[in-house]
């Protein structure tokens, strides 16, 4: 579970625009096994090949690691965030996050 607090980034661009996605997670009870999850998103839109207003979202939710599955679960969603430690990365669906920040 040491690995898992940190600051984890993600960009993408297409066709409609870029996103910049940051995921801050941090010990909130060990002896629960919970943490927080701050996610922070940026959605700098593009339409008719022109940029629009960017859109921002900030969301702060927790989630309990498994231990046997090696997955936090998002409370509130089910969502759940999968860990490789020795790349320093988080994987949420098909979305990959590198590691920044300890």
């Known amino acids: 579970m040491a690995f898992i607090p ?3 980034v993600r960009e993408g661009q297409h066709e409609f625009g870029k996103e910049h996605d940051t995921l801050i997670i941090t010990l909130q009870n060990e002896t629960a096994k919970e943490y927080k999850i ?11 090949g022109k940029p629009v207003e960017p859109e921002y979202k900030q969301k702060e939710t ?9 997955l936090i679960t998002e409370t509130q969603t089910g969502k759940t965030f ?5 790349k320093g990365m988080l994987f949420s669906g098909p979305n990959q996050f590198i590691k920044i920040k300890n």
């Not at 927790?62 to 090696?70: E, F, R, V």
């Not at 999968?82 to 020795?86: C, L, N, R, W």
């Open 38 to 48: 701050e996610r922070r998103f940026l959605y700098e839109r593009v339409l008719d």
């Open 82 to 86: 999968s860990f490789d430690a020795k």
């Open 6 to 8: 940190g600051t984890y």
């Open 62 to 70: 927790s989630g309990t690691y498994n231990p046997d599955s090696k």
